[in-house]
């Protein structure tokens, strides 16, 4: 008896389900209307949106020994705080040093070229000149603008009045905007578990954005390069002058020793040989004062270039050959669906005000 209940079931669950289809297809103009019409909005919104490419390029930073010596890891080992000074500009700050004011404000007088749009100026010129928008967002635009107009006479952020007072650097109109294009487009992201960083940067234009992408991974590099040697640069910049000047001193005092040597060929007063045991000491000091001068100079330049951060490019920017968006098939499957599900809520409506 059971297995008869349920095959009956079974039998009402089909039934059920073809009169469904068959009430369903009753009605496919109402679906074939909808989806027409979600197809056309579909093929309108995807083509008003401007094609937008993305170039991006990977970086592998070396691992930086933090302990700083084989004592201070062996302590720090032991649980032992040396009062070792980390390094500020982490791996995982990257990103907010991308993203930070000053650094989005030095890629402004970056140049670029674009071959399509037959363009040659700066970076901050072409965000702020040559962007692009759906057709929707222009009465907007233009409504702004407008309201801009009516209020140039009124003071500004980063007008000349502002800017005289003492005090943090005030940004204009146009660099506020600027900097929020930059911040929208140029994008970066560290792996947490290789340590790997992704520099992505998105624009309408496919040379500009692999441009602008190898300019902001190789600022980074140079940014963290002059942080990571700014102490040991200046010291080896002051062991290069020492090293001249004792090179120059040593010279000096051997030129002296020649001729007096020269010129003192027999010598037989006690103070004619004082003179010239002095000029050899003086010489010898001034030959050891070069020769530590030296020393140190090649000392500190070794020390440069370990403390050199070196970046590995794992992937290099190439000029994007496709858009990455809009995905013109995607929203058209959306729209479909959405043109369905809307045509079966009109469908059940109609139906139940037809039984009420």
């Given at each position: ?19 469904c289809g068959k009430f369903l297809w009753k009605k496919r103009y109402i679906y074939i209307k909808y989806v027409c019409v979600g197809v056309v909005l579909s093929l309108i919104i ?18 930086i020994d933090e302990t700083g010596s084989t004592l201070a890891g062996l302590a720090s080992l032991a649980g032992a705080n040396m009062g070792l000074i980390q390094d500020a500009y ?267």
């Amino acid at each position: 008896m059971e297995n008869k209940s349920r095959i009956q079931e079974l039998i009402d669950d089909v039934n059920a389900v073809r009169k469904c289809g068959k009430f369903l297809w009753k009605k496919r103009y109402i679906y074939i209307k909808y989806v027409c019409v979600g197809v056309v909005l579909s093929l309108i919104i995807s083509f008003s949106i401007p094609k937008t490419y993305s170039s991006s390029v990977l970086l592998a930073p070396e691992s930086i020994d933090e302990t700083g010596s084989t004592l201070a890891g062996l302590a720090s080992l032991a649980g032992a705080n040396m009062g070792l000074i980390q390094d500020a500009y982490t791996v995982d700050l990257y990103p907010t040093i991308v993203s930070s004011v000053d650094f989005r404000m030095s890629l402004g007088d970056l140049k670029v070229k674009s071959s399509e749009l037959g363009i040659e100026t700066t970076y901050f010129e072409y965000l702020l000149n040559n962007a692009k928008y759906p057709w929707w967002k222009y009465p907007l635009i233009w409504m702004r603008s407008w309201i801009a107009k009516l209020t140039d006479n009124k003071k500004t952020i980063g007008s000349k009045t502002e800017n005289n007072i003492k005090g943090p650097r005030c940004l204009t109109k146009k660099e506020m905007a600027f900097c929020g294009k930059v911040r929208a487009n140029v994008n970066l992201s560290v792996e947490s578990s290789s340590g790997v960083i992704s520099v992505t940067v998105s624009d309408f234009d496919p040379e500009i954005a692999a441009l602008v992408v190898d300019s902001v991974a190789s600022r980074l590099s140079t940014l963290i390069q002059d942080y990571r040697t700014s102490k040991v640069r200046k010291q080896h910049e002051y062991a290069i002058v020492l090293c001249d000047s004792t090179h120059k001193s040593y010279m000096k005092t051997l030129d002296a020793y020649v001729k007096y040597a020269s010129s003192h060929n027999s010598i037989y007063s006690p103070v004619q040989k004082a003179e010239f045991d002095l000029l050899e000491k003086e010489l010898d000091l001034a030959y050891q004062s070069y020769s530590t001068a030296v020393s140190q100079k090649q000392m500190y330049q070794a020390k440069l270039l370990e403390s050199t951060p070196v970046y590995t490019i794992v992937d290099s920017p190439y000029v994007p050959l496709y858009p990455d968006s809009p995905n013109k098939i995607l929203m058209l499957i959306v729209f479909v669906f959405l043109s369905c599900v809307i045509a079966t809520f009109r469908i059940a409506y109609s139906e139940i005000i037809k039984k009420q």
